[in-house]
């Protein structure tokens, strides 16, 4: 059994903690704030972490307090249809899942305290000391941490532990971000009845979706139904046009943002104040190599990206999951962690080139990447490979560029 130090309790931090622990290992959990919690909107839950909570034992508990979708549906502001992406036609039942970080971080972070881990709040990791056959962290105060046998940095995508660790990494800032809200809504000025009309479910007829409206790439919103009430709200904005965006107020805001869509009235009838709203900004990391002799960084330390496919949970899911798996069946944490990446290689590798080369296809300054987006993207439904290639991709399950789907 091993001594591990887990450097962040976001999804693949908590997850991969309780699994070590459970198998044994003796786990250290350290997270740099003092008060343990989700911060974030409402994030998809897509059919890869579906299956990594049902391997939990907690998919259940997440789903009822989270909105099944059934579709994502985009488009124009002028009112015509980009997209409808309807996860059944992938597999029959097939859903989405809209879910509040909350419930997510909170059903995970009851599963690590079920299992003896040691977990360290007001944590921040600074340094680090290799010894011959260990490694020790240093926090922000001067404390050590460790020995352990190796490290797992799952502290995101403006990893300390990546830094301080030398990690060769190539790092794209997006100079589009997201001003986003999660506020009371029932999600019905989203649901499609068509949806009962084509299929025949009535329960599929309930179901919401994810809602986005374009302008061609200059202008992006969207509307998430979460479940328990509460839907996100999202409006793309470039990273220069906020400070401009705050000074002239939450009413001209308000106003741009439902006279482009008026789906947004009910929601932003609940906001009264500016600072309800979150700017998010965006990037992509890409390592080479995930690891050294005594590190190995996962989750949106090793490999963050943007938003637009909705996988950064779901991919985090899967690291913490395939990484327990390996460290059973390896003699060393080095061969584990060699193990791991050759695993993730591909499926990761293709989740990020795919998001990198779609972001500016919906939020850039390039308008004719716009213009050419709404010419091809409704195509290609039509071409039955692509159709399948597309639903896979979205379900979080295409193993890699000529792979079929994942197995988790």
Known sequence: MYRVGVVGSGVAGTTVAYLLARDGHRVTLMERTRELGPIGAGVLLQCSGQAILQHLGILDRVLSHSAPLVELYARHASGGTLIRTRFADFAPGTRSYGVHRGVLFTALFDLVKTQPVDIRAGCEIVGREDGATDVVLVDAHGRRHGPFDFVLAADGSRSRIRRISGFRTTITEYNHGTLWVNAPGDGNALTNPANQQRSGDETEGKCGRLLQIVKRNSKLFGLLPLG????????????????????????????????????????????????????????????????????????????????????????????AWRFAAVIRECPTPVAAFRRFQRQQRAFVRYYATITYLLAPFFQSDWGILGWGRDWVLPLLPYIPFVQRQMLMTVCGLKGGFFRGSIEV
């Open 228 to 319: 328990d009430g509460l839907v996100s709200l999202y409006w793309g904005l470039p990273v220069r046009d906020f400070e401009r965006v705050k000074t002239r107020g939450l009413d001209a805001l308000k106003q741009e943002i439902q006279k482009f869509a008026p789906e947004a009235v009910p929601v932003l009838d609940f906001i009264d104040d500016f600072k309800q709203f979150l700017f998010t900004t965006y990037r992509h990391i890409h390592v080479r190599r995930w690891h050294d002799d005594r590190v190995l960084l996962i989750g949106d330390a090793a490999h963050a990206m943007s938003p637009h496919l909705g996988q950064g949970i779901n991919l985090a899911l899967v690291d």
